[in-house]
């Protein structure tokens, strides 16, 4: 893991970083909407515990905070290893299998799933960190005819 010099995070705060993580959705950041007091319990630690992380976090820039919700970070992200990087997973479904094939995808952990015309029926936006864990999971799904992979090298706009 990549830690800040000026700011060397304890594991304890690793740890807080990989729980809000998990519990997160993948965005360009990633969201968490949950109360402190249900994080703490989650964490096995008091609630004041969280707030006093959490601070240290939001003033080095690992977290932005506000009413209801903890973004970590893409200075977070990086230090737990997560690209930003994008993928795109091309995919073809069945026809006669599209609805549950639709409904098993949506919980294949995409950031965005985008139904297309054309030769695929579904493109899904993956980050390249969890590119290997979504095939895997598509691979299992029924109906799904053909998947391609597409990491983005370069946004040229």
Known sequence: MDREKAFNLTERQIQILKKMHENGKNMRVCSIYKNQTSLAKDMGITRQGLSNH??????????????????????????????????????????????????????????????????????????QSKLDKFLKMVSEIEGIEETSAHIVLETIT
């Open 54 to 127: 959490l601070r240290k976090l939001r003033d080095n820039d690992y977290i932005r905070t506000g009413r209801g919700f903890i973004d970590l970070t893409s200075k977070a992200l990086s230090t737990l290893g997560e690209s930003d990087i994008d993928a795109f997973v091309f995919m073809k479904v069945f026809p006669q299998k599209r609805v549950k094939a639709y409904e098993q995808i949506k919980k294949a952990g995409a950031i965005r799933l985008f139904r297309v015309t054309g030769t695929v029926d579904i493109i899904a936006e993956v980050t």
